[in-house]
């Protein structure tokens, strides 16, 4: 299996994704399909310890900047690294593909590139965020700011199915997310939605779940529009962080502190990595025909890495081609056996 990575995205670029890549690929077993400028791109394996990695090379001349328009630059930049890494999936060359440059340009591009899994309205984001015992799925992170009731519905479904392949659960439960459990609140979006949601085909619907739900795990998979998903997990790094910097700068105020912290050392690495956002990768395009994995603009190499593995995960599992079966089944309707 081969991954195509933008060698070039992200606020780190080179520097920083063809180190992450090649661990990755070592960690997960998989091999390597790098686009961008050429010249730089194997100048930067020159300083990386690549030896047992299968990895090919492909140039991509144009580089999609960060605060570049995502439809525009989908459009015009053709031989752009994210356009060449996509086209690799669409050819048969990848399995899956790997960004963390600009998220807009690739979902603009993996649309055209790529194309809409049969049943499939609009795509969606969805990523891991951490629970007490785990993780929950939520979706949409960003894709789609202003969706209609069914499309959330179809999230849901593609949720579900994610969670299931990818992720080995037998029945995931799914929530919509809203500002009280009761079935009458919320703005008229979630109000429309959860009727349509409780008769849903191929969905365990448990109602509605508030914010403070998600780290408590009880459904898994919630189901939000793209502006409070990408609100939610903004929120939710922001936290992470803060919880991080508050626990090292207490356990390091005193001699005392300092000392039991030492002890504890193993326990707050193990409480960091849960809430680390580089441990989860990105969040994965669902409902394009191909398995995209968009990272975190300021991905470390470990992120990019984990981000491999999530592309892996989800390619191993025929995720993008059972969404496209699951929903031309589901949108056929009771007769489509």
Known sequence: MRVAVDAIGGDQGLAVVVPGAVMG?????????????????????????TAGVDIVVRDAPEVVGMDEHPAQAARRKRRSSIAVALEAVRDGDASAMVSAGNSGAVMAAALMILGRAPGVERPALV?????????????????????KPHQLVQFAQMGSLYAERALGIARPTVGLLSNGEEATKGNHLVLETYPLLATAAGIDFCGNVEGKDIPRGIVDVVVTDGFTGNVALKVAEGVASFVSDVVRAEVTATPLRKLAAAVLRPA??????????????????????????????????????????????????????????????LNAGPDAA
Do not use: C, W
């Open 127 to 147: 990523a891991p965020l951490p629970t007490r015992h785990g993780h929950t799925l939520v979706l949409d992170l960003g894709a789609v700011t202003d969706p």
């Open 25 to 49: 690929a070592r960690r997960h077993g998989v091999g390597l399909l790098l686009t961008g400028p050429e010249s730089a791109v194997r100048a930067a394996l020159e300083r990386t310890d």
């Open 268 to 329: 707050f690495r193990a409480v960091k990595g849960r809430l680390d956002y580089a441990e989860t990768g990105g969040a994965t395009l669902l409902g394009v025909a191909g398995m995209v994995v968009i990272a975190h603009g300021r991905s470390n190499e470990t992120a990019i890495a984990s981000a491999i593995g999530v592309a892996r995960q989800g390619a191993v599992a025929g995720v993008a081609e059972a969404i496209g079966v699951r929903l031309a089944e």
